[in-house]
Nanobody
Framework: QVKVVESGGGLVQPGGSLRLSCAAS????????MGWHRQAPGKQRELVAN???????NYADFVKDRFTISRDNNKNTVYLQMNSLKPEDSAVYYC???????????WGQGTQVTVSS
């Protein structure tokens, strides 16, 4: 059983910063990567950024140069540093870990990010 827990969401003013954390625990085998997705009301869930087991990263165009994903392998934790936040970044942010044989995606419960003045 793999458990994924996000933290760090909240209310921030436009132009501000937040750091999200995601910790994975349990029996994790064949780790492929971890990533962040987000879902705003009335919209589909979309990829924000991910980091693969080898360390390579991938970002959605709308967060490039503003968000940074990083990983602490020892703690099975991934972070999302979000800078220059915009109101359109408001959403529930979900962490996902891809692992296992067969491959499976484990999701966290999500953390709310609200960017508003």
């Amino acid at each position: 059983q793999v458990k994924v827990v996000e933290s760090g969401g909240g209310l921030v003013q436009p132009g501000g910063s937040l750091r999200l954390s995601c910790a994975a625990s349990g029996s994790i085998s064949s780790f492929y990567g971890m990533g962040w997705h987000r879902q705003a009301p009335g919209k589909q869930r979309e990829l924000v950024a991910n980091i693969r087991s080898g360390g390579s990263t991938n970002y959605a165009d709308f967060v490039k140069d503003r968000f940074t994903i990083s990983r602490d392998n020892n703690k099975n934790t991934v972070y999302l540093q979000m800078n220059s936040l915009k109101p359109e970044d408001s959403a529930v942010y979900y962490c996902a870990i891809v692992a296992g044989t067969p491959v499976y995606t484990y999701w966290g419960q999500g953390t709310q990010v609200t960017v508003s003045s």
